[in-house]
């Protein structure tokens, strides 16, 4: 086990991270341990991607939402205690937070994050948005590339949930690959081809490169190169358009309290953004709309997952990240990797 003058914080921090150093070593989780995250919305996905990233260890999480803890709070959101209704939803998911990683310096703000400055952001290396317009994903998003801050942004609506992240123009990783050993014989054409060696890896530096969210949701579909590969398109991408034009109407999510009126309201979004997307109107049908109300919380620990593991491996620079949407269907079960954007 590694000690204290190789881990350069404690024996007792070197024993809680074991596991992590192990699976992807001390460099990867050194640089995780001196990083700085803020996560904005405490709903379902907000409590999946809040615990993972404590457990994971980064050095300070700020948990930001000016939202109170209601019914649905309670049942969709696993930090806040069933006495906590009416309270701040950041400051209720506090304790439980805290107490998963008493190594983890973690902190409650109670402010909306509309209403944060440009220079509030910028002390972080990574900034997580759920629950949030899609022009402030934007603003931030742009805000956050101009300093190399990493950004995601998720959400989940009913049995469907989606991530998108912005890593940066250039992010630098390494990948671990089995190693390939050269041939030692000259006994044929088989013996000079590289062979992989099962027992051995090498570690591979790499590079990916992202975009902006606001190119990536502005995609061009009228060229014939976006036209020819609509086929093979997620259908999610468009509805994500289209519940993130709700949220922008309306001010909040669709509600089951308000079934009849919010499935009519999204049918109507639909025409629109199809419309101005200048797409098939037939691409996405009515049966989504029964199936995007409320936060479900299967769908929460898959898509919070997946969002908690992609910021680990972007702070720790382990391991391909995914470029750069991630859909969740949880009515198929199933989920898909896409890139949308500029190539």
Same mark, same amino acid.
């Given at each position: 086990?590694?000690?204290?003058?190789?881990?350069?914080?404690?024996?007792?921090?070197?024993?809680?991270?074991?596991?992590?150093?192990?699976?992807?070593?001390?460099?990867?989780?050194k640089r995780l341990r001196g990083s700085r995250?803020?996560?904005?919305?405490?709903?379902?996905?907000?409590?999946?991607?809040?615990?993972?990233?404590?457990?994971?260890?980064?050095?300070?999480?700020?948990l930001l939402d000016h939202e109170k803890v209601?019914?649905?709070?309670?049942?969709?959101?696993?930090?806040?205690?069933?006495?906590?209704?009416?309270?701040?939803?950041?400051?209720?998911?506090?304790?439980?937070?805290?107490?998963?990683?008493?190594?983890?310096?973690?902190?409650?703000?109670?402010?909306?994050?509309?209403?944060?400055?440009?220079?509030?952001?910028?002390?972080?290396?990574?900034?997580?948005?759920?629950?949030?317009?899609?022009?402030?994903?934007?603003?931030?998003?742009?805000?956050?590339s101009k300093h190399n801050i990493k950004v995601?942004?998720?959400?989940?609506?009913?049995?469907?949930?989606?991530?998108?992240?912005?890593?940066?123009?250039?992010?630098?990783?390494? +990948?671990?690959? =089995?190693?390939?050993?050269?041939?030692? *014989?000259?006994? &044929?054409? %088989?013996?000079? @081809? !590289?062979?992989?060696?099962?027992?051995?890896?090498?570690?591979?530096?790499?590079?990916?490169?992202?975009?902006?969210?606001?190119?990536?949701?502005?995609?061009?579909?009228?060229?014939?190169?976006?036209?020819?590969?609509?086929?093979?398109?997620?259908?999610?991408?468009?509805?994500?358009?289209?519940?993130?034009?709700?949220?922008?109407?309306?001010?909040?999510?669709?509600?089951?309290?308000?079934?009849?009126?919010?499935?009519?309201?999204?049918?109507?979004?639909?025409?629109?953004?199809?419309?101005?997307?200048?797409?098939?109107?037939?691409?996405?049908?009515?049966?989504?709309?029964?199936?995007?109300?409320? +936060?479900?919380? =299967?769908?929460?620990?898959?898509?919070? *997952?997946?969002? &908690?593991? %992609?910021?680990? @491996? !972007?702070?720790?620079?382990?391991?391909?990240?995914?470029?750069?949407?991630?859909?969740?269907?949880?009515?198929?079960?199933?989920?898909?990797?896409?890139?949308?954007?500029?190539?």
């Open positions: 086990m590694p000690g204290k003058e190789t881990f350069g914080e404690s024996e007792e921090e070197a024993a809680q991270y074991d596991r992590q150093i192990r699976l992807w070593g001390l460099d990867a989780q995250v803020l996560l904005a919305g405490l709903g379902g996905l907000g409590a999946e991607v809040a615990k993972n990233l404590i457990l994971a260890g980064v050095k300070g999480l700020t209601s019914e649905e709070s309670c049942r969709a959101q696993f930090l806040v205690p069933v006495t906590a209704r009416g309270q701040n939803r950041a400051q209720a998911s506090l304790e439980r937070g805290q107490n998963l990683n008493p190594m983890v310096k973690v902190l409650a703000d109670q402010d909306r994050v509309e209403d944060k400055p440009d220079d509030f952001f910028l002390q972080f290396d990574a900034v997580c948005l759920t629950g949030c317009s899609r022009d402030l994903m934007v603003r931030v998003d742009q805000l956050c995601f942004c998720g959400d989940v609506y009913g049995y469907y949930g989606y991530m998108f992240c912005n890593l940066g123009k250039e992010h630098n990783y390494v +990948e671990e690959k =089995p190693k390939l050993v050269k041939p030692t *014989g000259n006994d &044929g054409p %088989e013996a000079k @081809k !590289a062979k992989v060696d099962p027992n051995e890896t090498t570690m591979v530096k790499k590079t990916a490169s992202f975009c902006p969210l606001k190119e990536a949701l502005e995609v061009d579909w009228t060229t014939e190169k976006a036209k020819a590969g609509m086929k093979k398109t997620p259908v999610d991408y468009f509805m994500l358009h289209v519940l993130l034009k709700f949220r922008t109407d309306k001010g909040r999510d669709p509600d089951p309290q308000s079934y009849p009126e919010d499935s009519r309201l999204l049918r109507q979004i639909r025409d629109d953004v199809l419309e101005a997307l200048e797409v098939s109107a037939d691409l996405l049908n009515d049966d989504f709309i029964s199936y995007c109300f409320s +936060e479900m919380s =299967p769908v929460c620990a898959v898509v919070g *997952g997946v969002l &908690g593991q %992609e910021v680990v @491996k !972007a702070l720790s620079q382990r391991d391909p990240p995914h470029r750069n949407f991630f859909f969740f269907d949880g009515r198929k079960g199933n989920g898909v990797v896409d890139y949308f954007g500029p190539n």
